[in-house]
């Protein structure tokens, strides 16, 4: 994955953020959610092109941290 625009980033992670706060998940599960909100929106130029939905989004943390060991 490489970083292209860092335009949104901020504001996906922290839609992710609300959105597993809001629905009582623990810390470290609302942090995971968030971090890659944040990280799939610099993937791609614009605010929101980047940004996937909920499935989308469970789907990049599996296969990153496969990647991870």
């Keep these: 994955?490489?970083?292209v625009d860092g335009t949104g980033a901020g504001?996906?992670?922290a839609a992710g953020f609300l959105y597993g706060y809001l629905r009582g998940?623990?810390?470290y599960e609302v942090?995971?959610?968030a971090?890659?909100?944040g990280a799939m929106c610099v993937t791609a130029?614009?605010?929101t092109?980047?940004?996937g939905d909920f499935v989308a989004v469970r789907r990049f943390i599996?296969?990153?941290e496969a990647r991870m060991g």
């Design 35 to 37: 971090n890659a909100c």
């Design 25 to 27: 998940w623990d810390l």
């Design 45 to 47: 130029m614009g605010a």
């Design 62 to 64: 599996e296969e990153h």
């Design 1 to 3: 994955m490489q970083a």
């Design 49 to 51: 092109e980047g940004v």
């Design 11 to 13: 504001d996906a992670f």
């Design 31 to 33: 942090g995971r959610f």
